[in-house]
């Protein structure tokens, strides 16, 4: 009879732990090397063959940043628009990263022609500097150069 009494008692147990909540929670996506934010440092803009330095003039500093499927960018002016000549410019929109092939579909941007056109780079990280680098082509506005980004991530 003890053994009987014992073996319910078990048989109890182990369906009470098997009786677990089927809850289904989505597993969080990993985070890639891109999340978070990054300062432009360094950006270049190659046409026919001719090189210009475009980094943002010391009195403006521009910022990308990424999550797992967005990115976005803005650039500024540090003085706060109390300027002869205010500057501010954004975008955002979503990208695909597969190796090195990275491309940006612009959903958004000051610059409404712009927007709704994908772009696509190479993309390298090494430590905390990400380099951005590919064509720019737009027929219409007669946009077609290459350029060099070269961000340091923001700690």
């Not at 803009?45 to 090189?51: A, F, L, P, R, V």
């Not at 990263?97 to 000051?110: F, I, V």
């Amino acid at each position: 009879m003890k053994t009987y009494y014992l073996a319910s008692f078990l048989l109890l147990t182990l369906a009470a732990c098997n009786n677990q909540s089927k809850e289904v929670t989505e597993t969080p996506k990993a985070a890639t090397t891109l999340d978070g934010t990054w300062h432009l440092i360094s950006s270049k803009s190659i046409q026919k063959g001719d090189t210009t330095v475009t980094t943002p003039p010391k009195d403006q500093e521009m910022f990308k940043m990424f999550n797992a499927t967005n990115f976005a960018f803005f650039t500024h002016d540090l003085v706060h628009g109390k300027t002869a000549k205010p500057y501010y410019s954004s975008g955002a929109g979503t990208y695909t990263l597969n190796g090195d092939d990275y491309t940006e579909h612009l959903a958004y941007c000051d610059a409404r022609d712009w927007e709704n056109r994908d772009f696509k780079f190479k993309l390298t990280v090494t430590n905390d500097t990400l380099v951005q680098k590919g064509i720019e082509k737009i027929d219409s506005l007669k946009v077609d150069h290459e350029i060099i980004e070269t961000y340091v991530k923001v700690k």
